[in-house]
């Protein structure tokens, strides 16, 4: 039987209410896209250890994240030495996640292998059928049960940023395989800082400053 593709969530109208369901908005998960991509920016070719973006991208979005989220009763988490936020009165856990692209057909994929930690954190909410898997609109938290995973997927370069937020299915082996659901928040070129204008020879003051040396009195 063929896997049963995403539910994805990408109409401008749409976006907003399923982000609220999580307790988020497209302001804030911009800004953890952001932070992400301005750290990876830092990077010293030649200087910085050649893991330096993808690392000091991560740092950066994990920050953002709980600088966001945690004023809105969100909780600092790490579950097998991955780091997240939960809310369990929604029933909710979220990461951030380095993706080779985002708010594309192609489902995104991690730019570092996942390893045994991940799938055992994606796999955690399933392992006892706690949840039905019929879409975002019919999520249904329990009391006591482990937190959905979702991640906020940020793909960045040096110019163009997308990100999206998506609850990944659980997998084998090194990479995501399948989403349950995805939300297509932001897909934005980013505009080259603008030079102040420089001022041609003939457009410049030419007044004379006339520097004198000042003569002391006599009485």
Known sequence: MPAQSASIIQKAEDVRPA?????????????????????RAEYLPGIDPVNAPGTKAYQA????????MLPDGWKPGRFNNIEVIVNHELGLMLGFQNVDRACEESDPSSISDRGEGTRQLVAK???AALFNQAGLQNQKTHKGAF??????????????????????????????????ERIFVADQTIEAPIAAPRLEPEEEDDHEIVITKKQNDRS
């Open 125 to 127: 909410p399933y392992e």
């Open 61 to 68: 979005g994990i920050r953002q994240l709980r600088l966001s």
């Open 19 to 39: 982000l609220s369901l999580l307790g988020l908005s497209e302001e804030k998960v911009i800004q953890i896209a952001q932070a992400a991509s301005y750290a």
């Open 147 to 180: 937190p959905l995973v979702w991640f906020v997927c940020v793909a960045a370069d040096q110019d163009k940023i997308q990100v999206e937020v998506s609850r990944p299915k659980p997998f084998e082996g090194t990479q995501f395989n399948g989403f349950f």
